[in-house]
């Protein structure tokens, strides 16, 4: 059975984005995943201090929630990361997780060890993002964030789902063609996940 995070990086609860990874996550289970949910407000989690205590064993030495996200990335196939746009930027509550996964990229790029085993297929990872205006560049910068987040990870940016236009709380409950597009995309991973292990 695969293992997936699903990392809600919304302040909101039941925002736009948290409605659409909360369907990526029912197409996924559909399909006999066993999907964790990390919702990060939830969590107390210190910004990356950049002591780099994590030199030493490829592990970040601050004791808090995310150690067990840490552990839970480890052991997952795919990282499903959804995150609204805040000044053409992740949210700050994405970020804080993203910094600390630089634990991650020490281990990757220092100590030589891919935070996955290298004998089975690296893992996917979906994206998926909102922002209230509609500019063409909307999403740019936080595309170059999320592509060099997951490689550090040992992710490969499978797919993202980009939408524009929402603001409002359930604001993408009048879409239901975006929640659709959401379920299909986290069913849709899955089924990658096992053409890959059957390769
Ligand atoms: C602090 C803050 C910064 C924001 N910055 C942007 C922005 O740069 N561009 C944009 O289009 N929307 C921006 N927005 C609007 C959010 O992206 C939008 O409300 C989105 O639907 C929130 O998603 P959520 O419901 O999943 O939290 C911002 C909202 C907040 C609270």
């Known amino acids: 059975m695969s293992k997936v995070v699903a990392i809600y990086g919304s302040p909101r609860r039941k925002g736009n984005t948290a409605l659409l990874l909360q369907e990526a ?10 999907v964790e949910e990390v919702v ?3 969590l107390k989690m210190s910004p990356c201090l950049e002591i780099y205590a994590c030199r030493n064993s ?6 808090d929630d995310f150690q067990k ?11 499903m990361l959804a995150s609204p746009i805040f000044f053409y930027a992740v949210s700050a509550h994405t970020k804080i ?22 004998s089975s297929p690296g893992r996917k ?5 909102v922002g209230a205006t509609k500019g063409k560049k909307l999403f740019d910068g936080t595309l170059l964030t999320v592509r060099y987040y997951f490689e550090a990870i040992d992710c490969e940016l499978w797919k993202s789902l ?19 597009e959401a379920f299909q995309a986290g069913g849709d991973l899955i089924r990658a996940l096992e053409s890959d292990e059957a390769r």
């Open 40 to 42: 990060l407000r939830d």
């Open 162 to 180: 980009l939408y524009r236009g929402l603001d409002f709380e359930g604001d993408v409950l009048q879409h239901p063609e975006y929640l659709e």
């Open 125 to 129: 990872g979906l994206f998926i993002s």
């Open 25 to 34: 996550v029912r197409g996924a289970r559909q399909e006999g995943a066993e």
């Open 97 to 118: 997780l993203m910094d600390r996964c630089q634990s991650l990229w020490v281990r990757k790029h220092w100590l030589e060890e891919a935070s996955s085993d290298r």
């Open 69 to 79: 996200v840490y552990d839970s990335i480890l052991e997952s196939r795919a990282v």
């Open 58 to 63: 490829g592990r970040c030495a601050i004791q």
